[in-house]
C-alpha cells in the first residue's frame, strides 16, 4: 500500500489528482484541506480527510509520519510552507516530494510572453522561487513542476521542459498537470531530481489565448 499525502487537496489540481487515484486499491490517501466547507462529501473510500493548516508544525508532523510520497499545491507564502514541509520530513524520515510551483521563477519564459508573463506575476513569484531553492538544497527526492497559466479544459495534453531550459507554450489544463502528478505517484522514479516546466503543446503566443 502507498501512502499518498496531498496538502492543499481542495486546490483544483489536487481534486483532480484525487479523482484520478480514486479507485486504486494499492494507494491509501490523506487530505489536508483548510476549510472543510469546500469538501465535495463524497470523497473518495481510499482518502480520509484532516482539517487544519500545513503551518501547524504538530499537525503535519503527525499526519507526515509513515507517508510514502508527499504532494503539496499551496499557494500565497509557499517559501514558508515549503520549509514546514522539508523540516516535518526530515523529522518523520518521509523523502518524496512534488511540488507544484509557477513559470518564470528562473526567467526562463522567453519572446513576449515572457515580458507578458513578467509583468503579470513577476511581483509575485519571489516566494515560489525561494521554495525551489529550498527545495532542491534539501537532500529530498523531489519533483518541481513549474506549470503554465492553467485552464479547465477537460483533456491530458502536456509537454516539459526541463530546468535550464526555455519554457514552452503559454497555457495548460489543470488535469494535465494532474495526469502527469499521478503518473510520479504512481511510478516514483519519475522526474526523480527534476526540476521541470508544464504546458500544453503548440500554445506558444504573445500571451494565453483564453485571456
Request: hydrophobic share 40%; charged share 25%; glycine share 8%.
Amino acid at each position: 500500500m502507498k501512502k499518498i499525502l496531498v496538502l492543499g487537496a481542495n486546490g483544483q489540481i489536487a481534486r483532480w489528482v484525487v479523482q484520478m487515484l480514486a479507485d486504486r486499491e494499492d494507494i491509501a490517501m490523506t487530505l489536508l484541506v483548510r476549510n472543510p466547507e469546500k469538501l465535495s462529501g463524497i470523497e473518495p473510500k481510499n482518502a480520509q480527510v484532516v482539517v487544519g493548516d500545513v503551518l501547524d508544525k504538530k499537525l503535519l508532523r503527525h499526519i507526515m509520519s509513515g507517508q510514502d510520497v508527499v504532494y503539496a499545491n499551496l499557494a500565497g507564502e509557499v517559501d514558508i510552507q515549503a520549509q514546514r514541509i522539508l523540516d516535518a520530513m526530515a523529522a518523520t524520515g518521509v523523502q518524496r516530494l512534488i511540488f507544484v510551483n509557477s513559470l518564470g521563477i528562473y526567467d526562463e519564459v522567453p519572446g513576449k510572453f515572457g515580458e507578458w508573463n513578467r509583468a503579470e506575476i513577476g511581483a509575485y513569484i519571489g516566494p515560489y522561487r525561494k521554495a525551489a531553492d529550498l527545495i532542491e538544497a534539501s537532500g529530498v527526492d523531489y519533483t518541481i513542476l513549474r506549470a503554465a497559466w492553467l485552464t479547465d479544459q477537460d483533456e491530458v495534453d502536456y509537454e516539459t521542459t526541463g530546468r535550464h531550459e526555455p519554457f514552452k507554450g503559454t497555457e495548460v489544463s489543470r488535469k494535465s498537470v494532474a495526469g502527469l502528478i499521478a503518473e510520479i505517484i504512481e511510478s516514483e522514479q519519475l522526474h526523480s531530481q527534476a526540476n521541470i516546466g508544464v504546458n500544453k503543446p503548440n500554445t506558444d503566443g504573445d500571451k494565453p489565448a483564453f485571456l
